[in-house]
């Protein structure tokens, strides 16, 4: 718990907002508490804050897949596959009924951020399968590894310690 809160306090987390309100970022604590919740076998609270890390943007139900199965592999427990399960059939529906439904172009206007893959879900899984060599040299620009050591330098890369935990890193 004390490395949450050092994270949460560290400068650059601290100034996500500054350049302007991203809704995403409000689902960083509940996920720390959900995983907190996890070890400790408090599962109201594990569920509460899932739920609540869910409720702050579509993309998050793609970070509670991951956090599904690896609650599966910590516990067990078959529920939690259930979780992976529903946040991936949430992810799905919202991005390809709900959100073009409601827009006015019928489409979602951050597919263009991932050009270089696709301009739409199914084009980015088809380049994600078809290219992966290209989908890492993409993910691993100099820029993107900077902000990566960013983000691990405060607790020492401590993180790359446990690939179990690091593979739920979304």
Do not use: Q
């Amino acid at each position: 718990l004390v490395f949450a809160l050092l994270y949460l306090l560290y400068r650059p987390v601290l100034n996500v907002n500054m350049v302007g309100f991203h809704a995403v970022c409000l689902a960083t604590a509940p996920l720390m508490f959900a995983f907190w919740a996890l070890h400790v076998k408090r599962w109201r609270v594990f569920w509460a804050s899932v739920t609540f890390a869910a409720l702050c943007k579509e993309t998050v139900f793609l970070c509670l897949v991951p956090l599904g199965f690896y609650t599966w592999f910590v516990t067990r427990r078959r529920s939690f596959v259930a979780l992976s399960a529903v946040a991936a059939l949430c992810f799905v529906v919202i991005m390809y009924w709900l959100i073009p439904s409601l827009s006015a172009t019928g489409d979602f206007r951050f597919y263009g951020r991932y050009g270089d893959l696709g301009g739409s879900p199914s084009a980015i899984l088809t380049s994600c399968l078809t290219h992966p060599f290209s989908v890492v040299s993409t993910m691993f620009t100099a820029d993107k590894v900077d902000f990566l050591k960013l983000l691990l330098r405060p607790l020492l890369f401590m993180s790359l310690l446990s690939p179990l935990v690091l593979s739920m890193a979304g």
